[in-house]
């Protein structure tokens, strides 16, 4: 099974700031990475697919990047509605393995 | 639009069994897989297995086999999720999602709402 290390596990960030959140693969994912924003008793919502392809309504503060094992997701100017939780997820092969998640709290 | 709709929350007894439905409509449902993904309360997201959507074939991570069972109604355009002999470590919320694909793999791009089993004697 594929490990994703995810860090840093909570971050604090006051508004207006750049975040970045990297997940390391425990082998090659190929760019196979998305990115997952989650708000407190909400489904996640995808942001991010292979790595760093936009969904139609993310914003384009958000981004990501990486190759083989290591890949990082960024938030330009953070606003408050950015204030969640985030996960990264492999989907290069089964079994799906997520990231431990990035708690993205208000300074 | 696209929407995955599931059954509402779950109030159980250890040894007790419950089924979890998920609709989905706006799209054609034998035309992609679905997941279940499980989130513990206060945790992070966890794969349970996914269920071909055409043939019924479930497959299961290693953690979930045994007293997880998924299934379909494809005539109703429905996943479910039946998990037997519940235990306290079973309270969690259960997602479902379906299995997109753009040309660069296949990804969770739709999910349910969530839905809150809470195993308590």
């Known amino acids: 099974d594929i490990q994703m290390t995810q860090s840093p596990p909570s971050l604090s960030a006051s508004l207006g700031d750049k975040v970045t959140i990297t997940c390391q693969a425990s082998q090659n994912i190929n760019k196979y990475i998305a990115w997952y924003q989650q708000k407190p008793g909400k489904a996640p919502r995808l942001l991010i697919r292979?790595?760093?392809t936009l969904e139609s309504g993310t914003p384009s503060r958000f981004s990501g990047s990486g190759s083989g094992r290591d890949y990082s997701f960024s938030i330009s100017n953070v606003e408050s509605e950015d204030i969640a939780s985030y996960y990264c997820?492999?989907?290069?092969?089964?079994?799906?393995?997520f990231g431990g998640g990035t708690k993205l709290e208000l300074k | 639009q696209i929407q995955l709709v599931q059954s509402g929350p779950e109030l159980k007894k250890p040894g007790e069994s419950v089924k979890i439905s998920c609709k989905a409509s706006g799209y054609t449902f034998t035309d992609y897989a679905m997941h279940w993904v499980k989130q513990a309360p206060g945790k992070g997201l966890k794969w349970m297995g996914w269920?071909?959507?055409?043939?019924?074939?479930?497959t299961y991570a290693d953690d979930f086999k045994g007293r997880f069972v998924f299934s379909l109604e494809a005539s109703a355009s429905t996943a479910n999720l039946q998990i037997s002999n519940l235990k306290n470590e079973d309270t969690a919320t259960y997602f479902c999602a379906r299995d997109g694909y753009s040309g660069d793999g296949y990804y969770f791009d739709y999910w349910g709402q969530g839905v809150m089993v809470t195993v308590s004697s």
């Open positions: 292979y790595t760093s």
């Open positions: 997820l492999q989907y290069v092969n089964l079994p799906r393995t």
């Open positions: 269920i071909n959507t055409y043939t019924g074939k479930p």
